[in-house]
């Protein structure tokens, strides 16, 4: 791939320099960009696999992303807000300081305390980073989830986390539908009795049925006092938990912390995005994921930033509303998905050619890998050829980027589909299968070597589990379940997932949770998920179904898709499910992955002697035949 050379501005080389030489050091040394209420008296306590850092400082995230900034930024917009229905709201750092003290004394006067978990579930509207820092403020630990889950899923994150409060919103916004947020979470918390009160914000004033829990977010912040003093926390209190699809049928609550985990998101935001005072940065996603906690939250306040948060779809109403959004506000930094790329190149370049985009002047991407194409055109038609793009690969549970070209550091040559190299203070190496480095250009195991501030405390709960997933396969590097290649430059390039964790539209989604749901179906016998390319959600599923003896397929697809809508949500909802009467297993049992993945990508299908039954492979390939062609047909059932 042809490299481009495109000047980022800036050369430090001390950084990197006082980086390899002392990591630890390094790190305390950026955590010093932060306001402690007290200092620290160890940077660093590693007892592998868990790494406390900052022990003995005391900090508060909503002091560090709030009050800071009173001084001398109160009455610069923190937020402007895009309703999908063309509504705007600027927040300034004074309004949200004052909201989110209001919102943390409502807490409190429900009995919310330091180390109680609370659950929100609303839109992207501004009450939801108000929760956040209101929870962040008094030391309530958030968990946020996103607004497309089904009732079932928000039933088991809440009951994991035991959340006695609850946030949510009468409807959403999306695609100009109203989502019936409320009625959703009146499902999920019927049955557990421990959840205390719904706090409900009107959004939409779609009519909802409020019981004896339920309070209205205004009532309740109605006489408050806006002033509630920021809670001193250790720097490893939780901050909030994120659960996110592993390889289990359960999603695992990824745990962060409070002072490394700023003083990561302090650190990467200043260097990957060269963050000024006069930008106005723009992230897509979803606060509901970890890129909308950590890069629409924390790191741009921390920063004193101006954000916009838009609430809707990205082509609604019509295919312009990105480059509307950009133009409207000026915005600099633009920071988004491949697929939203994909679909938005889709469209053609003729809608964003007409809109003015010139006061973009840093571009960035997230979450999957980004097709050279793509890259290309976001570089020529958005970027008009002069705005660098950074290609970020990190995780829920890295907390913040890992590998990122940094314009606010570094001049580096950028190379399309490339992340370049991992930040300062890291170190990530590929390695084979026994754990030994590959050579340059070698596809292998993408590990991180050492404990870093923005990583996670561990899984909720469950601290077996965290050694198990992350530093089981090799002794002190934590996997990351990445396959990536180091090239003969040392620039990075990441190559998809080792295990079976699908990335639809950027979100991960674990095959064994949704084959759990579809084998719970009472005339489901067995079934098998795995993804395939699509052109602009980088992976679709397929779910592969052998009902039990007796039951015909008749509408059984219509009833799996409801039962995977109602179970998990609409975003697990398999592109085609197929009615296959075995599948292929090894003389074990166990399915035979590896097979589906190839025949699904067209591949050869290698090695095949442990294999039980050829006859499924056969029945499989056909059923993919018949599937291209299908495909070809049918219009698309999410
Ligand atoms: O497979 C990698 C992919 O997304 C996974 C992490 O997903 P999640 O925890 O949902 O976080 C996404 C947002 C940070 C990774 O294991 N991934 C993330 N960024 C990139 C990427 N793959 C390729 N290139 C990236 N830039």
């Given at each position: 791939m042809s490299e481009i050379n495109i000047g980022?501005?800036?050369?430090?080389t001390k950084t990197r320099r006082e980086a390899e030489t002392d990591f630890v050091a390094f790190w305390a040394k950026q955590a010093k960009n932060l306001s402690w209420f007290s200092n620290w008296e160890k940077t660093l306590d590693w007892h592998p696999p868990f790494a406390r850092w900052f022990m003995g400082g005391t900090i508060n995230a909503s002091y560090n992303t709030l009050d800071v900034h009173?001084?001398?930024?109160?009455?610069?917009?923190s937020i402007l807000w895009e309703g999908e229905n063309g509504e705007s709201q600027i927040l300034t750092y004074k309004d949200m300081w004052i909201q989110v003290q209001k919102f943390a004394n409502s807490l409190k006067s429900l009995?919310?305390?330091?180390g109680d978990r609370v659950t929100i579930y609303l839109p992207m509207i501004p009450e939801l980073p108000i929760s956040m820092l209101a929870c962040a403020r008094i030391g309530a630990t958030h968990t946020v989830i996103f607004s497309g889950f089904s009732a079932a899923s928000i039933k088991d994150r809440i009951n994991d986390s035991k959340s006695r409060i609850v946030i949510t919103s009468d409807g959403g916004y999306r695609r100009g539908n109203i989502i019936h947020l409320k009625e959703i979470i009146d499902e999920s918390i019927k049955?557990?009795?421990?959840?205390q009160n719904v706090i409900v914000v009107e959004?939409?004033?779609?009519k909802i049925h409020l019981s004896s829990k339920d309070i209205l977010w205004n009532e309740l912040m109605?006489?408050?006092?806006d002033t509630c003093p920021a809670e001193p926390l250790?720097?490893?209190?939780?901050l909030y938990i994120l659960y996110t699809s592993g390889t289990t049928g359960k999603p695992k609550g990824v745990l962060h912390g409070t002072g490394g985990y700023l003083t990561h998101l302090h650190s990467t935001f200043k260097w990957a995005f060269?963050?000024?005072?006069?930008d106005v940065f723009f992230c897509t996603?979803?606060?509901?994921?970890v890129t909308g906690h950590s890069y629409v939250v924390y790191g741009p306040l921390l920063h004193g930033a101006t954000l916009v948060m838009y609430e809707g779809?990205?082509?609604?109403?019509?295919?312009?509303r990105m480059w509307q959004i950009i133009q409207k506000y000026k915005v600099t930094i633009f920071y988004t998905t491949p697929t939203a790329l994909r679909m938005l190149m889709k469209f053609g370049d003729d809608i964003p050619n007409s809109?003015?985009?010139?006061?973009?002047?840093l571009l960035g991407s997230v979450g999957e890998p980004i097709n050279p194409e793509v890259w290309k055109w976001y570089f020529k038609i958005?970027?008009?050829?002069?705005c660098p793009i950074i290609d970020t690969w990190w995780q829920t549970e890295t907390g913040g980027l890992m590998i990122s070209a940094l314009p606010g550091l570094e001049t580096i040559p950028l190379k399309p589909g490339s992340g370049t190299r991992p930040i300062p203070g890291v170190i990530i190496a590929i390695v084979d299968e026994v754990g030994n480095d590959v050579p340059p250009n070698t596809k292998g195991y993408l590990v991180i070597r050492n404990p870093w501030?923005?990583?996670?405390?561990?899984?909720w709960g469950d601290d077996q589990k965290y050694r198990d997933v992350?530093?089981?396969?090799?002794?002190n590097s934590y996997y990351a379940g990445d396959y990536a290649l180091q090239d003969a430059d040392g620039y990075f390039w990441l190559l998809g997932r080792t295990d079976d964790v699908l990335k639809v539209s950027g979100h991960r989604i674990g095959t064994a949770e949704l084959e759990s749901c579809i084998v719970?179906?009472?005339?489901?016998?067995e079934s098998a998920v795995c993804g395939i390319p699509d052109v602009i959600k980088g992976e679709a599923i397929i779910a592969f179904v052998v009902l039990k003896q007796?039951?015909?397929?008749?509408n059984m697809d219509k009833e799996l898709l409801q039962k995977i809508r109602d179970d998990i949500?609409?975003?697990?909802?398999?592109?085609q499910i197929y009615f296959v009467t075995k599948l292929p297993k090894t003389?074990?049992?166990?399915?035979?992955r590896r097979l589906l993945k190839a025949i699904a990508n067209g591949e050869t299908i290698g090695d095949?002697?442990?294999?039980?039954?050829g006859a499924a492979v056969t029945e499989i390939q056909s059923a993919f035949k018949e599937l291209q062609k299908s495909i070809q047909k049918k219009s698309d059932l999410t």
């Open positions: 980022l501005g800036n050369n430090d009173q001084q001398n930024k109160a009455n610069k917009p009995g919310v305390k330091k049955d557990l009795d421990f959840v959004r939409t004033k779609n109605h006489n408050v006092s250790d720097s490893n209190h939780p060269d963050i000024k005072d006069s996603a979803d606060i509901g994921w779809a990205p082509d609604f109403p019509d295919e312009s809109f003015d985009l010139l006061s973009l002047r958005i970027g008009k050829e002069k501030p923005g990583m996670l405390l561990t899984l992350y530093w089981s396969k090799y002794p719970s179906h009472h005339n489901v016998a007796s039951v015909t397929s008749n949500g609409a975003i697990a909802t398999p592109k003389r074990s049992g166990k399915i035979m095949v002697t442990t294999l039980e039954d």
